[in-house]
């Protein structure tokens, strides 16, 4: 029986056995697809094959027969997960015919389908492929760039790639392709060669072989191997040896691994990126002369590849047979015949990197390798050879441009040539696996040899390339890796072994498969037992049977039986019988692996890991890292047999099985010592470890009955009940005492780990202070210190020994059994050099920091003990205040371990946890919080952290949490514990999606109340800024156009019915110029307020333009023919209704081209509805997404709005950008941007307009010159030739103006290159008048015939063109204070002047000059009115005068006109120097000018100015105090506009309405989140917007093009910042500290806002704070750059705050009486009494606390009221001081200090933490920070601490005078004491620090006198005072204890 149990000792027991089917074989029956291939199976061959491409007709006959048999492949990979989840399943990649399926699964979640797809041509090859998407192409910055990750489908002519995102390629193949390997880089193509490759003769060279593509969208570009040659200098190359084929390639370490067909060796390559020097090197070559014929020259390959693309080749060349070299054309017999059909375009292979227009001749990459099917015939060339070829030189230069490589090839290794036998063939496997210890190999299997050939390899010092060691050959039949560092081998036997690099570990036992021995185990060669002649169905017999040998049938395969050696042939014959055996090993995942077995199934089995439980992981990790590698190596490989045999351990009993097995692999006899011999193994063979004892003697023995008497499990079947209720009597057990055992056992020093011990037990140690910092490791803790015991006992370490005695009193006893280890072996036993004799104690190297003494650096596992090593650092850190202790790579406050003749290894272990600098920090908290995320320190890591080493943490983070950084990362937002701030840095990572404020409204609401284009504003955040009344219900109201009208007419008797009709009609028609005025301001209103529905088209409220006549409600209508009704009187009004609609969508929706075209209405008469909807998509960005195809389709069509709404709108979505697709879109509208000659297009005048204010804005910024003097003359384009250009002449000048102001906006007299053009004295000529200029450049001759309508002659028309130059000028010299240009634009101070101006540009002039003098604006009606002449002041008349002055030589009527519009004029420009700020003085100084001229309009004289134009001062002087007011809703405001939309009739025109609901728009921008900025470019675009000449009725273009109104749009932007309550998630109110930085006008200042409120211009400030004491402080510095507020507000402001504890919302409590800290009583024992645990949920949201109060501080039965007060108290503390994190360790403390006083204490660790605690209070660091910052801080106005320590004191020295002090006596003095006093002993030496007895003797004890003479000499043990007040009566000798 012996080879059964030794056999049975290196089995290893498979898990989890499946069958295994392709999930993909499945799916493809049911895959409708099956039907396309039947049908496309019955074309005739000749169709087929055109389809596919044209393959060539071999091809397409082997296709025929497709339904045969499908040829199925599949490969498995590891699920990839997103980033951060953990997971654990296989994908799945099935081809079969056409069909490519990728399925996920795990045995844990079901299989599904991810994707399948179809294509047309059946799949050559599927497989998984990441591309980089880099813009650098070199290595370096690899790892930043974003990688797309591809399933990449290879069919004969072209390659599919599917990227996750849903982007799709193709690439077609310019030859044949045999292989498709994935790489680092891309992908990597193998040319198929046919056998008939001819040789080529010396005139030509090979093609390459090898070719890469790095992105779908690259080229396939050669690749070029770099190997030395003889001289030692190596030379690039093309890879064009025919002979070499990949056989495998790895993505990291990226190699590749060649076979050469010709020399029968393999070799291995590194494949890199092609440096630049090396690629100009390959394409050197050609110009060396005579190149050998291997080397593929440059310039021979590019000109075969030129002359195919160019169709020629040229008869001079020397290369001109060339193209016949190729001749593997399958389709031989049809010689005509080209391998690719001509239907693939050139354009598909266009390089990213090429314009198109080289691309067509450089790059038509698909001809460019077409190297597959030329003519045999060496003299035909291959196109056919056009006479003029030569002749187009002028497109030949680009061709020369040669093809550069991107990958290459570095030789690495090579393997031997093997002279003895015949050649290699080529592996059909390869791989890479690394072996237990880390060392990796390369193995690759040689199946003719029956050999898996391992290299070994490694990185070398620097990391710069690979070195290749020695082979060692296994026998073989398959092989597969398998994650946990091992692999399966299966022999050629049959049977499957598993092995770790090159050392066997075992066979392994697959538990169900048929083994056929079972069937015929008479046949067996078998030890003989008495069982032989029983049938096989006895049980046992089965038992042995299946544990023999044999256990998987072992016949050899039969693929290769030619091959098979004789020897091995005749040896398994016995076995030959028909049973199953494992025919081949595939698709390795993890530890999961297919075996295929000879009938054709398959099963999936799971290789079993190397330990389960976390702390056995930890111990081999830690004796492997310390071990050298071939001894580590072998006892992994026999623990790992042990653990893994068939009915091996549970996870309950896997620390027993590895303590036995590591004693007995260091000597010990595991059998004869007490504690390990009663483990219980679960009834699992004690053989399996201990085979020294597996021969029992003949006689037996009643051991093993003992040992099953001692086990657990008799035990625990001793106590069952079914026991007692059959009266069994208990068995005697011969009970076995310590004495019994025999005290002298002794160590076998032959066994492997003998010489190790010492280290081991070091490494262990540390592995043991390591778990201690891990509370949920405690049982792990407790299990390893009996092991370490043992051994410090062993190796007699006293101090060690004592260590272990004060962490775990009741586990060690002071004495035990020992096992000597002769005197004469200790020698050989190694003390590594890292050893210390004082143990290593992390809880007192902590104590030591806290009171400040030197501390020597704390040993460290790299990679094993992080947690102590984070510990020390941030100790050092935090307490000791050194900076560099995180910086500095070796720390002096830590020692690494390693093996000395070894580099250090884990170099990046280091830089993984080195410290970022990316974040502002400021104190050690900061730097410390910062650090720990860095190193991906977690919440969850510090809560297992025990609470005295957490606190100094728990304190820094508590100091953070108070000011954190606004742009600290989530991470370390989440550790502080602020949910806000962590929130915030989260949302500000995600994209711009549908926000939190987003309000979802029901569909069902709509439907009653019929759509007024104003639902979706968001109520929540209206109602909080607007808290106080309902004036935004007053907006809706009048901005409302959707339904019908009150016409309210009086009949007077004289009336008769039907003109009383007609009278209503008429006011109606009043009415109608209003409401057709509304939708303008509407859409200010709700300026991006709605999210589309992608399936939904946009709802446009209809614009209702009936009325209803009280008292019946009859209805009335225009369209009765009662009166005249202008013609297409509402065109522009639905243009303007579709702006606003569009105008609704915000920003960041998910809007794309098909949805814009989708929205494209059904009737004719709703176009000018969708124009405008275009023009809003272009401002708020959308249009760009409109496909250029669509806005051709547009155009087309004619229809003058939709061209205005479409040319707009891409210039507005086009900013400043110089696009040069959208400048020529415009340009066809202008005639003046058309060359000369061009063709005369009739463009509609207002196109044009459009079409020129576009330019200005595509241009904006830019001074771009040609644009600049095409515009500057056609501000003063004169009327003609004949008949064009005569109505509507002023708009066009102005839209001319306009745009000429863009372009060179704000550039004033540094008009780069535009001296020449004299730009402002044009434009002043414009302005006053005079001759007209020659006209010079390319128009000229069109002026040649003048009009035939108006007569200008030669003078400038200035009431043509100064609108366009005053506002040119004032844009060019805007914000420049520019005196001399100001100075032209000054209105005229005498009479005489003053007649030849209109008064209406006297408003220009004086709103020109004021923006250029920017500087002087000042908020008050002094400066308003310093901007009149003197002549006018003095003369004006005040309008409430009766009479009028009279005087001969002064115009009245001028004077009183000129003075209301210079007022205006200066009026608006306060508007715009304030716009958006809110400013009190501007708005105080425009609102008395308002009123002002509300009462002129009614004085008794308005006649003199005449009232159009005090109508027209005075919308102007609301639209500014509008512009000031922005957004903020303004009440004073609201009340004016309110007034004036009742006003109807009279002089109130269309124009009047537009301006009056315009500023009730601004006033309510984007329902108050949106302002005006005050920028250069929103200037320009409110100037379009708001030019202060209004339309007269709805149609009116002639002075102002309508459209251009929507162009405020450009200059709003989001200044609302919504503060979210981040556990409600919603809006709430916060007070906010905004800082202004200073300016000349004023100091820095702070203002208090309540949030939500509009911000001020981002520029102006310097921080915003969120104020206490109700919210958590939070400060954004925009000192920093407003990048992170600019985000914030551009997500709907969200800025999300978190409530302190005990504080209500100001919504519930706007004085703050109310909350609970108010009401607390100033004396505290009262306040907590008082304090109900039910208060709590208003003080936090923290589950746990709220369940806290619920069970622990409600009265029941088992608590008394004592413990009830401590819990509500210390919860009272920890939620108004908010440290709810606190809350565990107040409890963990005063259970600590109950079970002291109950004297329970079995281990020690609770009592270290209190101290700690302690030393942390009373530390200097701590004080220090407490001088800085009183009353902040954990534990701070508390008695709990004083108390717990005072508690502490009295029981120690109780226990002391209750005869404690004897024992301690007996300690010091070496003698053993009581059993029972020992835990109180060990707390009161932990507690004082006392000194271990070895160290005392060196001070002497005896012969102290005095309490002085005890001091000085315990003053090098560091030991406290108060501690050695209670030795002294000990060591002086007195009998009474003094106690403090």
């Known amino acids: 029986m012996s080879n059964f149990y030794e056999e049975r000792a290196t089995m290893i027991a498979a898990g989890d056995l ?182 080529p003769g010396p005139p030509r060279e090979p093609l390459p072989t090898l070719f890469s593509m790095l992105h779908p969208l690259d080229e396939i570009t050669p690749l070029v191997c770099k190997s030395g040659s003889l001289f030692g200098s190596s030379r690039v190359q093309y890879v064009v040896d025919h002979a070499m084929k990949i056989v495998f390639l790895h993505t990291d370490p990226s190699i590749v691994m060649t076979y050469d067909t010709v020399q029968g060796l393999h070799s291995v390559w590194a494949l890199r990126r092609v440096k630049p020097e090396e690629g100009n090197a390959v394409l050197k070559f050609s110009e060396q002369g005579a190149t050998p014929q291997n080397v593929a020259t440059s310039s ?119 002279r003895l036998r015949k050649r290699n063939s080529q592996a059909s496997k390869v791989f890479i696996t690394s072996d237990l210890c880390g060392q990796k190999f390369l193995c690759y299997l040689v199946e003719s040899e029956l050999q898996l050939r391992c290299v070994k390899f490694q990185e070398s010092n620097d990391k710069a390339q690979l070195i290749f060691g020695s082979v060692t050959n296994i026998q073989a039949k398959d092989a597969a890796p398998v994650e946990i560092d091992t692999m399966l081998v299966l022999e050629s036997s049959g049977n499957l072994v598993l092995y770790t690099g090159v050392v066997r570990v075992g066979k392994v036992f697959i538990p169900g498969l048929p083994a056929p021995s079972l069937t015929m185990s008479n046949t067996m060669p078998r030890p003989s037992t008495p069982l032989d002649g029983v049938t096989p169905t006895n049980p046992l017999n089965k038992l042995l049977g299946s544990l023999d040998e044999v256990l998987v049938s072992p016949v050899p395969e039969l693929r290769d039986s030619s091959k098979l050696h004789d020897s091995l042939y005749t040896e398994d014959c016995t076995f030959q019988q028909l049973g199953t055996y494992i025919h ?156 019994d055992f025999p005290q002298n056992l002794s160590l076998d020093s032959s066994t492997l780990l003998f010489t190790h011990i010492p280290a081991i037990f070091f490494v262990l140690h540390l592995v043991y202070e390591e778990l201690k910092l891990n509370t949920l490791m405690g049982e792990g803790v407790r299990s390893l210190v009996e092991l370490l015991v043992q051994l410090a006992r062993d190796l007699k370490l006293e101090p060690y020994v004592d260590h272990y005695y004060r962490d775990y009193p009741t586990l060690v006893r002071t004495t035990g059994q020992v096992c000597a280890i002769d005197q004469g072996q200790t020698g050989s036993m190694q003390y590594p050099s890292f050893f210390t004799p004082e143990p290593p104690s992390v809880y007192q190297w902590v104590s030591s920091c806290l009171k400040g ?134 949302e500000g990572n995600l994209p711009k999606g549908k926000s939190v404020l987003s309000s979802d409204v029901p569909s069902g609401t709509e439907t009653e109340e019929e759509d007024d284009g104003m639902n979706d504003m968001n109520q929540e955040v209206m109602s909080l800024i607007w808290s106080e009344d309902l004036r935004v219900q007053d907006v809706r109201r009048l901005l409302q156009s959707a339904h019908p009208v009150r016409v309210n007419v009086v009949q007077y008797p004289e009336l008769s019915d039907h003109e009383f009709i007609e009278e209503k009609e008429n006011r109606l028609l009043q009415l109608c110029q209003r409401t057709m005025a509304l939708p303008v301001g509407r859409g200010m209103f709700t300026l991006f307020s709605y999210h589309p529905v992608p399936t939904e088209p946009l709802p446009i409220p209809k614009l209702n333009l009936t009325g209803r006549a009280p008292p019946r409600n009859t209805t009335v209508d225009l369209n009765s023919g009662n009166i005249d009704v202008p013609p297409n009187m509402t065109s522009w009004a639905s243009f303007h209704n579709g702006v606003a609609a569009g105008l609704k969508i915000a920003p960041a929706s998910q809007i794309d081209s098909a949805w814009i075209v989708y929205n494209k209405p059904k009737h004719a008469e709703l176009a000018n509805e969708y124009a405008g909807f275009l023009m809003a998509l272009g401002l708020n960005g959308h249009l760009t997404k409109l496909a250029t195809l669509n806005i051709h389709d547009y155009l087309t069509k004619g229809h003058e709005m939709t061209s205005i709404g479409l040319l707009l709108g891409v210039a507005a979505a086009k900013l400043g950008t110089m696009d040069m697709s959208v400048t020529r879109l415009l340009s066809i509208h202008i005639p003046a941007l ?456 551009s997500k709907d402001g969200v800025l999300y705050v978190k409530l302190r504890a005990g504080q209500l919302s100001y919504k519930e409590d706007p004085m703050g009486w109310q909350s609970l800290l108010a009401q607390t009583v100033a004396n505290r024992n009262s306040e907590a009494r008082a304090f109900k645990p039910e208060t709590i949920s208003t003080f936090t949201s923290d589950p746990a606390l709220l369940s806290f109060a619920e069970y622990f501080c409600k009265p029941t039965v088992n608590v008394g009221q004592e413990l009830l007060d401590l819990f509500s108290s210390v919860l009272y503390e920890c939620v108004t001081q908010e440290t709810p994190e606190m809350l565990p360790a107040y409890i963990a403390m005063d259970q600590a200090v109950r079970r002291l006083g109950r004297r329970e204490m079995s281990e020690t660790s609770d009592l270290w933490q209190i101290k700690l605690v302690l030393e942390f209070f009373s530390s200097r660091s701590h004080q220090e920070r407490l001088q800085n910052q009183p009353k902040r801080g954990l534990f701070m106005n508390s008695e709990f601490l004083p108390v717990v320590k005072c508690t502490i004191d009295n029981t120690l020295d109780q226990w002391l005078q209750a005869g404690g002090d004897r024992c301690v006596h007996a300690y010091l003095s070496g003698q053993p004491c009581e059993e029972s006093q020992l835990s109180m002993l060990a707390c009161f030496l932990v507690y004082h620090s006392v000194p271990a007895p070895q160290h ?44 403090m």
């Open 300 to 418: 021979s390959l590019t000109a075969h590849l030129r002359s195919l693309s160019k169709g020629d080749s040229p008869v001079a060349s020397p290369f001109q047979n060339y193209s016949s070299i190729h001749s593997q054309s399958r389709s031989a017999s049809s010689p005509s015949l080209h391998s690719r059909s001509p239907s693939i375009s050139n354009m598909a292979a266009l390089s990213r990197a090429h314009s198109p227009a080289l691309g067509v001749y450089s790059f038509s990459g698909v001809q460019r390798f077409n190297l597959s099917s030329h003519n045999q015939s060496p003299k035909r060339h291959s196109f056919s050879h056009s006479p003029s070829s030569n002749s187009n030189g002028s497109f030949l230069a680009p061709e020369t441009e040669p093809i550069v490589p991107e990958l290459c090839i570095d030789h690495l290794w090579t393997e031997t040539i093997t």
């Open 584 to 739: 081949s090993i595939r698709d390795p995942v993890c530890n999961r692996v297919t075996l295929e077995l000879s009938n054709g199934s398959m099963v999936r089995i799971t290789i079993p890991e190397i330990a389960t439980s976390e702390l056995v992981q930890t111990c081999l990790q830690a004796i492997k890292f310390i071990l050298p590698k071939e001894i580590a190596v072998q006892m992994l490989v026999k623990w790992y047999s042990v653990h893994s045999a068939p009915g091996g351990p549970s996870d309950h009993s896997e620390w027993n099985f590895f303590v036995t097995c590591l004693m007995n692999m260091m000597g010990y006899n595991t059998d004869r010592l007490v504690w390990t011999r009663n483990f219980d193994f679960e009834g699992s063979l004690s053989p399996v470890i201990a085979p020294k004892k597996a021969r029992p003697s003949e006689t037996g023995s009643d051991d093993d009955w003992e040992y099953l008497l001692n086990s657990d499990y008799h035990q625990n079947v001793e106590s069952h009940l079914l026991n007692r209720s059959l009266c069994l009597s208990p068995l005697e057990v011969s009970q076995m005492k310590d004495e």
């Open 18 to 199: 499946q069958e295994f089917v392709p999930f993909g074989r499945d799916h493809c029956k049911h895959h409708p697809n099956a039907l396309n291939l039947q049908l496309r199976q019955l074309q005739p061959a000749s169709e087929l094959w055109s389809s596919d491409g044209a393959a060539g007709l071999v091809g397409s006959l082997q296709e025929v027969t497709i339904h045969e048999k499908q040829k199925e492949s599949w490969q498995l990979r590891k699920g990839v997960s997103e980033i951060g989840e953990e997971v654990d399943y296989d994908e799945e990649l099935y081809m079969a015919g056409n069909m490519v399926i990728w399925s996920k699964g795990s045995k844990s979640q079901a299989l599904a389908v991810y994707k399948a797809f179809t294509v047309d041509s059946p799949v050559q090859q599927a497989l998984w492929c990441d591309f980089i998407i880099s813009q650098d192409k070199s290595d370096k910055d690899y790892s930043s760039d974003e990688v797309e990750k591809c399933i990449c489908i290879l069919q004969s002519s072209c390659i599919n790639m599917h990227t996750i995102e849903g982007k799709d390629y193709i690439a077609s193949l310019p030859f044949q392709v045999a292989n498709v390997w994935p790489t680092k880089y891309g992908l990597l193509f193998e040319r198929s060669s046919s056998s008939c490759e001819v040789p």
């Open 853 to 986: 003494e030197g501390v020597p650096p704390y040993p460290y596992l790299p990679g094993i003990c992080e947690r102590g090593r984070l510990v020390v650092l941030s100790i050092a850190l935090y307490i000791l205040g050194d900076e560099s202790s995180l910086s500095d790579e070796s720390s002096q406050y830590l020692s690494r371990i390693s093996i000395a003749p070894q580099k250090p290894p884990a170099e990046q272990e280091e830089s993984r946890l080195s410290f970022s600098h990316s974040t502002s920090v400021s104190s050690l908290a900061e730097r410390l919080v910062v650090w720990m995320t860095n190193v991906g320190f977690t919440l969850r890591d510090l809560e297992t952290l025990p609470f005295g080493i957490a606190l100094p943490i728990r304190d820094a983070i508590y100091h953070c949490r108070e000011q954190p950084a606004s742009d600290w990362p989530e991470a370390v937002c989440l550790l502080i514990g602020r949910q806000d701030l962590s929130k915030q840095a989260c």
């Open 1234 to 1689: 058309l060359p000369p000659t061009s063709t005369e297009l009739d463009v509609p005048h207002n196109v044009q307009v459009a079409a020129v204010v576009g330019i200005g804005l595509v241009y904006q910024g830019t001074a771009h010159r040609h644009t600049a003097e095409v515009l500057l003359a056609e501000i003063g384009r004169p009327p003609g030739p004949e008949m064009e250009y005569c109505t509507d002449r002023e708009s066009y000048s102005l839209a001319a103006g306009l745009a000429l102001g863009m372009v060179c906006l704000g550039h004033g007299s540094n008009l780069i290159g535009m001296s020449d053009l004299n730009v402002p004295e044009q434009l002043y000529q414009y302005m006053v008048g005079g001759h007209r200029r020659f006209q010079a450049g390319m128009h000229r001759e069109k002026h040649k015939s003048p009009s035939y309508q108006i007569k200008e002659g030669d003078t400038i028309n200035v009431d043509v063109t100064c609108p366009g130059a005053t506002l040119a000028l004032a844009m060019i010299y805007l914000k420049t204070n520019n005196r001399s240009i100001a100075d032209w634009l000054r209105a005229p101070d005498t009479m005489y002047l003053l007649d030849f101006v209109k008064p209406e540009f006297l408003l220009l002039r004086t709103l020109a000059r004021c923006l250029i003098l920017w500087d002087d604006i000042l908020p008050n009606s002094k400066w308003v009115d310093s901007n009149v002449p003197q002549i006018i002041r003095e003369n004006s008349i005040s309008l409430s005068e009766i009479e009028l002055p009279c005087s001969e030589d002064l115009n009245l009527e001028t004077l009183s006109q000129a003075h209301v519009y210079i007022i205006a004029g200066a009026c608006l420009s306060l508007g715009f120097r304030f716009a958006g700020s809110e400013n009190l003085s501007a708005f105080n100084c425009l609102h008395k000018f308002a009123k002002d001229f509300m009462t002129y309009l009614s004085a008794p004289n308005a006649s003199v100015t005449g009232p159009y134009n005090l109508e027209t001062c005075l919308s102007v002087v609301l639209l500014s105090l509008a512009m000031v007011m922005a957004g903020s809703g303004n009440l004073k405001v609201l009340q004016l506009c309110r007034f004036l939309h009742m006003k109807t009739g009279g002089e109130m025109n269309y124009g009047f309405h537009l301006a009056h609901h315009m500023a009730l728009g601004l006033l309510f921008l984007g329902g108050g989140r949106y302002s005006l900025s005050t920028a250069n470019s929103s200037i320009a675009a409110l100037l379009c917007a708001l030019y202060p000449h209004f339309p007269a009725h709805s149609t009116d273009n002639r002075y102002h093009l309508q459209a251009l109104r929507h162009l405020y749009v450009l200059a709003a932007e989001p200044r609302l910042l919504v503060p979210v309550d981040v556990d409600t998630n919603t809006p709430c109110y916060a007070l906010l500290e905004v800082t202004y930085k200073g300016t000349q006008w004023y100091e820095q200042t702070k203002e208090e806002l309540m949030a939500p409120t509009l911000l001020p211009e981002l520029h102006l400030l310097k921080q915003i704070k969120v104020k206490g004491p109700r919210y958590w402080e939070l400060l954004i510095d925009l000192s920093k750059g407003t990048q992170h507020l600019k985000s914030i507000l």
């Open 1896 to 1939: 005392l003797p060196s001070i002497g004890l005896e012969g102290s006198t005095s309490f002085a003479e005890l001091l000085f000499r315990f003053k090098q043990l560091k030991m406290p005072v108060r501690a050695l007040l209670r030795l002294a009566p000990l060591l002086l000798g007195n009998p009474q204890p003094m106690v």
